[in-house]
């Protein structure tokens, strides 16, 4: 299929706009020989193109902001994605404040500076080092700052360890039988059970 598509020369709302384009196959009803009618069936497909338009003056968005759950006293990893929206380039100063379970800022990390033209984006992929914090939950929050403006996202993250501990099991068993086994194991840290049956 080959869809020619005319559009606007300008569209004057700032922001985000979706065009749906979907074609379907035709398909007509077949007597079935009997007075009655079989069942077609048709496919479809359906595509979307996506059309940004820049907001007046500088204008900065996180596309994508994502944190990886890792082992106590090793490096985690992030990812952020950040956006010129605007019609002009604009100068970014970023920094990722880590929260734990209670809300309290316990550690802040600066990124740097990012110089994005209008209609781009960088995406920054690297490590924290989070060495001295605890097994528990975490919360990650980027904060991008750009005249006088400033964006947030945030993502949940768990710090924990790979041990685990056996907290019950099956002590009896029948003899000359099939017996289920049933161990339950807890995390290292206490915060998480599961029953497994062997």
């Avoid at 605890?134 to 980027?142: C, T």
């Avoid at 964006?151 to 068993?173: A, H, M, Q, S």
């Amino acid at each position: 299929v080959t869809a020619y598509v005319n559009l606007p020369p300008n569209i004057e709302k700032p922001g985000p706009h979706a065009i749906l384009i979907g074609a379907r196959e035709v398909s007509s009803s077949q007597d079935d020989g009997r007075g009655g009618f079989g069942i077609g069936v048709s496919t479809g497909i359906r595509s979307i193109i996506q059309v940004n338009i820049p907001y007046p003056g500088k204008y900065g968005e996180i596309g994508n902001f994502e944190v990886q759950d890792a082992n106590t006293g090793e490096m985690v990893i992030y990812a952020l994605r950040i956006h010129s929206r605007g019609s002009e380039k604009i100068t970014t100063s970023s920094r990722i404040e880590i929260y734990d379970s209670e809300n309290k800022s316990v550690k802040t990390f600066n990124i740097g500076a990012d110089e994005i033209p209008s209609g781009d984006f960088v995406e920054i992929n690297s490590k924290l080092d989070v060495g001295n914090l605890g097994a528990g939950n975490y919360k990650a929050v980027a904060v991008v700052s750009y005249d006088g403006k400033e964006v947030r996202r945030e993502d949940d993250f768990r710090l924990g360890e790979l041990r685990v501990k056996i907290v019950n099991y099956t002590k009896e068993l029948e003899k000359n039988s099939i017996n289920p086994f049933e161990i339950e194991v807890e995390s290292d840290d206490g915060q998480l059970g599961d029953d497994f049956s062997v």
